[in-house]
């Protein structure tokens, strides 16, 4: 075995002594509002976790701190995973989500920031708990090893190794010499989006309870709401309009805001993947509004424009609000809406999905296969923000975007075993594995998951985890040659 088990449970250790501290945060907002008896589902499950932190933080001295390749693999899946069991506690413990595999599916959609839920009626639920489910987005949009890594600067070296195989995208770009430093750097800028589209929201006419809620399921793409007609419960464009704009800044690699603060302007204007994503929401969103304007379906061009550019954001920053039942558009409009499910957002953001760098280099491999039938001997390269990305990364893409198939597929045909329409299971193991949130027919904009078997629940609980986790940190750790030291 060559897995550094003691360094692994040290990190372990220390994370679940971080979730025991994030639980006070509910806490106090139930006894905030008078909701003592359901505080104590948190508080029990915050001495749990901080106990069991404790003894693996202090009792289990690593022999060496170096973090190998497996370790991080193993540390990244094993984290999501307990964490989202012990997310699930409270909702159990409490009674307000009666089925332990209704609370995992909730937490996990939480955590990952999907965004689906087993719930019928969300209202029913304490403020408390509210709170929580919808806290979850912020803490897993960024990342729970992230959070890690920039609360223990200790790690050294091996904060990098942890957080590589958390981060969405092909990379993890660097904003300061030290991982912990980027790790922070990178919070300070999700914090500061967290507070200013709060404030935003509070002057549209949002309660405090409300603002923040909605700009958690935001600011981490997640989309959880405390109503049942999510964002549509409001019916104010000016909220919609401060929704959309921040599920699109909440796309966006989170290296390119460093990039403004700092004044490298220039180089934030020519990143391939920022100008590709920009132009698919712009095209999606006019095409959308034509259509819908076109139908009928709206009878303002604005009033469509603004319906048609909520969704789009919302569904390739995998964010999953709705201000509309988008099952019920066009058939054009779900086509699009659709494609959506598989672009996602910018790699090292909060949004799920295969990435718009992943398509960009995809369509300039079409594009390079295309030319070589004309000129066989010429030499293409593939270039992203003026320069030649390495073959090893395009060999990567390529393979990942097989895998992504070739897994959606799979958990599309465990879900059918439901018997649940093909439209259903389809878009139900899209939705999940995307991180998106709704998706169509019996899981769409306006209903649940609830339908769903325990067994498929439990399914599409490790599904988003997985597509959280890019696939491979996930599946790695499910194969003999992981855990053969000889190779």
């Known amino acids: 075995m060559d897995l550094n088990f003691r360094k692994i449970f040290n990190v372990i250790g220390f994370l679940l002594i971080l979730q025991s501290g994030l639980f006070l945060l509910p806490i106090l907002t139930g006894l905030y509002y008078g909701e003592m008896q359901h505080c104590l589902a948190f508080a029990e499950t915050a001495l749990g ?24 693999f193993f540390i990244a899946s094993l984290s999501w995973i307990l964490l989202s069991l012990i997310g699930a506690l409270p909702f159990w413990l409490d009674g307000c989500i009666p089925s332990f595999t209704d609370a995992f599916f909730e937490t996990s959609s939480g955590l990952t920031t999907t965004g689906s839920t087993i719930l019928p009626d969300v209202t029913a639920l304490p403020r408390c708990m509210l709170f929580w489910r919808s806290f979850t987005h912020w803490i897993g949009g960024m990342g729970i090893l992230v959070l890690t890594v920039a609360m223990l600067p200790s790690l050294g070296n091996a904060g990098q190794t942890i957080v590589r195989y958390e981060s969405p995208g092909p990379t993890l770009t660097k904003m300061a010499p030290k991982t912990s430093d980027t790790s922070k750097l990178l919070y300070l ?36 709401s405390d109503y049942n ?30 990039l403004l603060i700092t004044g490298r302007y220039r180089e934030v ?62 058939s054009v409009c779900r086509m699009l809406i659709l494609m959506l499910f598989f672009i996602g957002g910018c790699s090292s953001s909060t949004a799920g999905g295969i990435k718009v760098i992943r398509v960009f280099v995809l369509l300039k491999l079409i594009k390079r296969a295309v030319a070589v039938r004309l000129h066989p001997n010429a030499m293409y390269n593939i270039k992203a923000n003026r ?55 019996a ?21 988003m985890i997985a597509g959280r986790l890019e696939l491979y940190s996930f599946f790695l750790i499910f194969t003999p040659g992981f855990w053969d030291s000889k190779r």
Not at 405 to 434: E, H, I, P
């Open 49 to 72: 976790c901080l106990g069991a932190g404790a003894a693996l933080y202090v009792m289990i001295k690593p022999q060496s701190d170096t973090l190998k390749i497996r370790d991080g």
């Open 189 to 224: 800028i999700y914090g500061g989006m967290t507070v200013a589209e709060t404030v935003l929201l509070k002057l549209g006419g949002m309660s405090f309870f409300d603002a923040m809620l909605h700009t958690f399921g935001t600011v981490g793409t997640g989309g959880f």
């Open 229 to 258: 007609d999510s964002i549509a419960h409001f019916a104010s464009p000016y909220l919609q309009m401060v929704i959309s704009v921040f599920m699109i800044l909440a796309g966006i690699n989170f290296a390119l805001y460093f």
């Open 269 to 330: 204007a020519i990143d391939s993947e920022l100008r590709l994503y920009l132009l698919i929401i712009g095209i999606t969103s006019m095409l959308i509004t034509i259509a819908l304007y076109l139908s009928h379906t709206y009878n303002s061009f604005l009033t469509a424009f603004r319906y048609a550019l909520f969704q789009v954001a919302s569904i390739i920053t995998t964010t999953g609000y709705a201000t509309a039942d988008y099952d019920a558009w066009p």
């Open 387 to 441: 320069q030649v990305i390495p073959r090893n990364i395009i060999d990567n893409i390529c393979s990942f975007a097989f895998l992504y198939f070739l897994t959606l597929f799979a958990v599309m045909f465990l879900v059918s075993f439901d018997g649940k329409s093909f439209m259903t299971c389809f878009s139900a193991a899209a939705t999940c594995l995307g991180n998106v949130g709704p998706g169509f027919d």
């Open 443 to 463: 899981v769409g904009p306006t209903t649940t998951f609830h339908a769903f078997s325990a067994p498929i629940k439990v399914i599409l609980s490790l599904t």
